[in-house]
């Protein structure tokens, strides 16, 4: 997968998370995925759509041009053509994918990824149940954050909307490196100050970047 990250921006998100571990207790892990499905019904979609499409223009064109019946074989060129190409444009550009992709099914795969990822990294393993993932997936354009049951009562529902508004415009300009900045210091600022002697660290401060399904 290409390269998201410049070396100083790297060690600059090591930093942070280092400092808002040692401020907060938590223990923080940052990913950043391609997508988090392939979506194999994205291009039959897609088909399905243009060649509606591409047939209903070519038989508007052709009463309004025409008064002759085209070529049976020439419709069907035509409609399976438009098909084909919009099917294409999905494989090669992601932002007309997206298109024919639900919210719905996009908020299941990214949420279904990040539990995947916590479990996998053993997010779950800090003494005090204070691990908090924060995902960034580019293709759905999506953030997920998932923290542990030990910070609960800090990073409520309404608290991490907060950050995630802050965040997603960032993400959909394509600034991954300071929505992920951005995130750090809102979450660190809603927890509470760690208390003496809980500052070690338990889980490892890398990003974790993956091309993902």
Same mark, same amino acid.
């Given at each position: 997968?290409?390269?998201?990250?410049?070396?100083?921006?790297?060690?600059?998100?090591?930093?942070?998370?280092?400092?808002?571990?040692?401020?907060?207790?938590?223990?923080?892990?940052?990913?950043?995925?391609?997508?988090?499905?392939?979506?194999?019904?994205?291009?039959?979609?897609? *088909?399905? *759509?243009?060649?509606?499409?591409?047939?209903?223009?070519?038989? *508007?064109?052709?009463?309004?041009?025409?008064?002759?019946?085209?070529?049976?074989?020439?419709?069907?060129?035509?409609?399976?053509?438009?098909?084909?190409?919009?099917?294409?444009?999905?494989?090669?550009?992601?932002?007309?994918?997206?298109?024919?992709?639900?919210?719905?099914?996009?908020?299941?795969?990214?949420?279904?990824?990040?539990?995947?990822? *916590?479990?996998?990294?053993?997010?779950?393993?800090?003494?005090?149940?204070?691990?908090?993932?924060?995902?960034?997936?580019?293709?759905?354009?999506?953030?997920?954050?998932?923290?542990?049951?030990?910070?609960?009562?800090?990073?409520?529902?309404?608290?991490?909307?907060?950050?995630?508004?802050?965040?997603?415009?960032?993400?959909?300009?394509?600034?991954?490196?300071?929505?992920?900045?951005?995130?750090?210091?809102?979450?660190?600022?809603?927890?509470?100050?760690?208390?003496?002697?809980?500052?070690?660290?338990?889980?490892?401060?890398?990003?974790?970047?993956?091309?993902?399904?």
């Amino acid at each position: 997968m290409k390269k998201n990250f410049s070396d100083s921006e790297h060690a600059h998100l090591n930093e942070l998370i280092a400092q808002t571990e040692k401020r907060t207790g938590a223990q923080m892990v940052l990913a950043c995925v391609d997508r988090c499905d392939s979506y194999p019904e994205l291009p039959w979609k897609a *088909f399905a *759509f243009g060649a509606a499409l591409s047939g209903f223009l070519f038989l *508007f064109l052709q009463l309004l041009f025409s008064y002759r019946a085209a070529p049976v074989l020439l419709a069907i060129m035509v409609t399976l053509a438009g098909g084909a190409v919009f099917a294409l444009l999905t494989i090669l550009l992601p932002q007309f994918a997206r298109w024919f992709l639900s919210a719905h099914r996009i908020e299941s795969e990214v949420k279904q990824y990040a539990q995947a990822l *916590f479990l996998e990294h053993e997010l779950f393993a800090t003494r005090s149940r204070k691990g908090i993932l924060l995902l960034v997936t580019l293709f759905e354009r999506r953030i997920e954050i998932l923290p542990d049951r030990g910070l609960g009562h800090q990073l409520t529902d309404q608290n991490l909307r907060g950050v995630l508004d802050e965040m997603i415009p960032l993400l959909k300009r394509a600034k991954i490196y300071l929505a992920f900045e951005v995130g750090l210091e809102q979450l660190g600022g809603l927890m509470e100050p760690a208390a003496a002697g809980s500052e070690e660290n338990e889980l490892p401060d890398q990003i974790i970047e993956e091309k993902g399904a």
